[in-house]
């Protein structure tokens, strides 16, 4: 798999790939990160890649021809702009582009496993007051971490490449790892069940007796039971109300 990310801070975002499981997956091939400088394809030699709002307001504008070139570098596709549907030029190529955007879709475990099993993944890293409205065209959908706002789209498409990365075969070392998490356990999305391990006794706190005999089928059902009462506390948003 390769993810791409388009942004205008290169620094912010290597490092990151640069420790832990995702650079042991990219040591191994089992994806590549391709890092974009947007600069490099600014409208002239001072590096504009933004403008001023049409109407007025505050802050700075990423422009449309410049994002679009460095798309259509990446796809190295004829995505012309008087397409009406430019983005079905590269959809048979399992290719997803995606933009970080506060205005986006929640990022969650189902759609970090949709992106995993992709062929490329394109992130673009909004930035100052947003896009041009016209990038939307070139897109397959925005993405959000969350409710609230960033100074630009790094940390997102950061942690976008590491949710998607962990899912794809043989990275961990114990796939299994991926089926029994939060949001993951045994296909319901619930929390992931309390874990402990040694001391056995810590200050007058115990490990749960039943997970010392090592009877498993009854370890099982305690962690599946515990595992609806963590999402019954802390997440019942993600319970189905008809089960």
Same mark, same amino acid.
């Given at each position: 798999m390769k993810i791409s990310i388009i942004t205008l801070f290169p620094k912010m975002i290597s490092g990151f790939f640069e420790e832990s499981i995702v650079k042991r997956a990219i040591k191994k091939k089992l994806v590549e990160i391709e890092i974009i400088n947007l600069r490099d394809f600014a409208i002239d030699d001072y590096g504009t890649v933004d403008d001023r709002p049409y109407g007025g307001g505050a802050g700075m504008i990423l422009r449309v021809d410049v994002i679009y070139k460095a798309i259509n570098k990446i796809t190295n596709d004829e995505l012309r702009i008087e397409d009406k549907n430019p #983005?079905? =030029?590269?959809?048979n190529r399992k290719i997803r582009i995606i933009l970080t955007s506060p205005k986006g879709k929640i990022? +969650?475990?189902? %759609?970090?496993q949709e992106y995993s099993q992709l062929n490329h993944l394109i992130i673009i890293a909004g930035h100052?007051?947003?896009? +041009? /409205? @016209? =990038?939307? $065209?070139? =897109? $397959?959908?925005? =993405?959000? !971490?969350? $409710?609230f706002i960033m100074t630009g789209g790094e940390i997102t498409a950061s942690a976008i490449a590491d949710a998607v990365v962990r899912l794809i075969p043989r990275v961990l070392k114990k796939e299994e790892a991926t089926l029994k998490e939060t949001f993951s356990i045994k296909g319901e999305n619930l !929390?992931?069940?309390?874990?402990?391990?040694r001391p056995e006794e810590?200050?007058? %706190? %115990?490990?749960? /007796?039943? !997970?010392? #005999?090592?009877?498993?089928k009854k370890i099982e059902k305690w962690r599946m039971k515990k595992a609806l009462e963590e999402?019954? #506390? %802390? @997440?019942?948003? !993600?319970? $189905?109300?008809?089960k």
């Open positions: #983005k079905s =030029v590269i959809r990022l +969650d475990q189902k %759609k970090a100052y007051e947003g896009v +041009d /409205e @016209r =990038v939307l $065209d070139f =897109v $397959d959908e925005e =993405v959000s !971490l969350g $409710d !929390l992931e069940y309390p874990q402990y391990t810590f200050i007058g %706190k %115990k490990v749960p /007796e039943i !997970l010392l #005999k090592g009877d498993h999402t019954r #506390k %802390k @997440r019942p948003d !993600l319970l $189905d109300p008809n």
